[in-house]
């Protein structure tokens, strides 16, 4: 499999660390019976949800991506302080929690959302919370520079995989793709759909490149949440010719896992297109899938024409990149 250049074969160096937080000892000894919750000598004992605080080193895995909103020059030019790091890879800095709350529990049958509101920038200090919601939720929050950049919420078991499957289509050729646009990205339409090999080396590489811990996938045996929330985007980038985009929002439910050697395949309908505050969304309804059995379900939002692209460049098509990342 040929290295993708957004993450390339370098061994990145993460500098993460972990905090958990919470009174569950207290709570466990009143329910015990052997401390009095209403003794007038401590007060009342209020149980508070456990929280886990990480914090890591962001990277920027896609400099090199045709996707030119993760360039340093070409994002200053939208007002941005640089290259963004992709949605994709902040949703893994979240998806992070569930995974160690749950383990292949979560990443066979579970389910988690994210917005992403503001930028986070490659080298930011950024922290990663996760808040109890009972025994089965966790509320998830991402910030950095002083910013709340993104929001979540993962719940350990998710909802069943449809019985009807999107229906398939081919992709079209890279070099005639047609400009991503309303007519395009007509409501309904079937995107082309995407297949690719999911290998261990590939998922060792991405691990590293979102600052997780490969002994929670099989030491890469078994694909990472975000791993596959990348395909979203490709399945995307592959049948539209996008200029600088955003990753704004993504809605999975996990059905199975995805192993070393087997391929997946990426099916993808355009549930919604709409003009919102001058920026074209859209909206993919995607199931992913490996020798026929049900891997993902997601819903995966994007602003494909910012209003800050479509009045610099004065309507002007995109041009294709020689670059083949397309995050």
Same mark, same amino acid.
């Given at each position: ?86 949605? !994709? $890879? ?14 292949? $529990? ?17 080298? $930011? ?5 996760? !808040? ?35 229906? !398939? ?70 049948? !539209? ?11 999975? $439910? ?74």
């Amino acid at each position: 499999m040929t290295l993708r250049p957004s993450l390339g074969a370098a061994v990145f160096v993460a500098c993460v660390c972990e905090q958990t937080s919470a009174r569950v000892n207290i709570v466990d000894w009143a329910k015990s019976g052997a401390f009095n919750r209403n003794d007038r000598r401590f007060g009342t004992i209020y149980a508070r949800p456990m929280t886990t605080t990480r914090t890591l080193t962001a990277f920027n895995t896609a400099t090199a991506s045709e996707n030119k909103i993760h360039d340093d020059t070409v994002a200053s030019r939208f007002g941005f302080t640089g290259g963004l790091v992709p949605g !994709v $890879d902040v949703f893994a800095y979240l998806a992070h929690a569930p995974m160690k709350a749950w383990g292949k $529990d979560w990443l066979s049958g579970g389910q988690m959302r994210a917005r992403f509101y503001k930028p986070v920038y490659d080298g $930011d200090p950024t922290t990663v919370t996760s !808040v109890a919601d009972g025994t089965d939720g966790l509320t998830l929050a991402c910030s950095a520079r002083g910013l709340a950049c993104a929001e979540g919420a993962a719940r350990r078991t998710g909802a069943a995989a449809r019985q009807t499957l999107l229906p !398939v289509a081919e992709l079209p050729v890279l070099e005639t793709r047609p400009n991503a646009s309303m007519e395009s990205l007509k409501i309904g339409s079937t995107l082309g759909t995407l297949r690719e090999t999911y290998t261990r080396e590939a998922g060792l590489q991405h691990i590293a490149a979102v600052r997780d811990e490969a002994a929670l996938y099989d030491d890469g045996r078994v694909a990472n949440a975000a791993w596959l929330l990348r395909r979203a985007n490709y399945v995307l980038a592959d049948n !539209v010719l996008l200029g600088p985009w955003i990753h704004v929002e993504s809605g999975i $439910d996990m059905h199975g896992l995805l192993h070393d050697g087997e391929e997946l395949e990426v099916r993808a309908v355009v549930a919604d297109n709409i003009d919102t505050k001058g920026h074209l969304m859209v909206t993919l309804d995607v199931q992913m899938l490996a020798g026929g059995r049900r891997i993902m379900s997601c819903e995966h939002l994007a602003i494909y024409e910012p209003r800050q692209v479509r009045e610099t460049r004065g309507h002007a098509p995109p041009t294709p990149s020689a670059s083949r990342d397309r995050l």
